[in-house]
């Protein structure tokens, strides 16, 4: 069946480092993958998309990587501040067409001044 | 305005009764999704319409039952509630297409007692 797995349940971090995040997933070939933020008591964000053809994608400080090969996804925040804080999830879509976008647990993260 | 708006935020029933949580959309989308989050946070798709007609239905019991009236809603209607019915719900959108973003609501949270 197929599984997505993300790297810890809680990822603490000091201010100013570069948090790295792990999405992988097996039995699955996605088109593309996304990654979402999501705060306490809110509904999920979305942040990033990534096609299977693309190695990196880059917004602000954010950095997305997708390795078919290793059936995984990175996410990298550089200078990361506490406001970054939050839970991070990614989800790989089988894409051609298909409507179903199924989510990892997540990554809690917690940046420490 | 808000994108996706759910309705209500917080609902606090007894076992056995039925309830309702109400979507609406106002970005012009088409696809509509119910998603469940548990305790453990994960986040798992339940249904999926789009244009009205149902093309996600997850293994879910039939105690659960969306409605569609038009593009817009999506509710969602619960049968004789169950101690296993708590969670968050959350109702999300696209425009369609396997490479879009999906928007979320800022969820209800279902506590049965």
């Known amino acids: 069946s197929q599984k997505i797995e993300q790297n810890s349940e809680a990822l603490n971090i000091q201010e100013g480092k570069t948090a790295t995040l792990t999405c992988n997933y097996t039995n699955y070939s996605p088109a593309y993958l996304q990654w979402y933020r999501q705060d306490p008591g809110r509904g999920p964000v979305f942040l990033l998309l990534?096609?299977?053809?693309?190695k990196e994608k880059r917004k602000e400080r954010l950095k997305v990587t997708f390795d078919t090969t290793l059936k995984q996804s990175l996410f990298h925040i550089t200078a990361s501040q506490p406001a970054d804080s939050a839970t991070y999830l990614c989800a790989p879509s089988p894409g051609a067409g298909s409507y179903q976008l199924t989510f990892g647990k997540g990554t809690k993260l917690s940046v420490i001044p | 305005d808000t994108a996706v708006s759910q309705t209500p935020k917080y609902l606090v029933t007894q076992m056995g009764n039925d309830k309702s949580i109400k979507c609406e959309q106002n970005l012009g989308h088409d696809t509509m999704y119910w998603y469940k989050q548990d305790s453990k946070k994960f986040l798992k798709i339940m249904f999926s319409?789009?244009?009205?007609?149902?093309?996600i239905n997850e293994t879910v019991p039939n105690r659960f039952s969306p409605k569609s009236p038009d593009k817009a809603h999506l509710n969602l209607h619960i049968n004789s509630l169950e101690l296993g019915d708590s969670a968050v719900y959350f109702c999300a959108s696209h425009r369609g297409g396997q490479t879009e973003k999906l928007f979320f609501g800022s969820g209800t949270q279902l506590s049965v007692l």
């Open positions: 990534i096609r299977e053809n693309e």
């Open positions: 319409y789009n244009n009205k007609e149902l093309i």
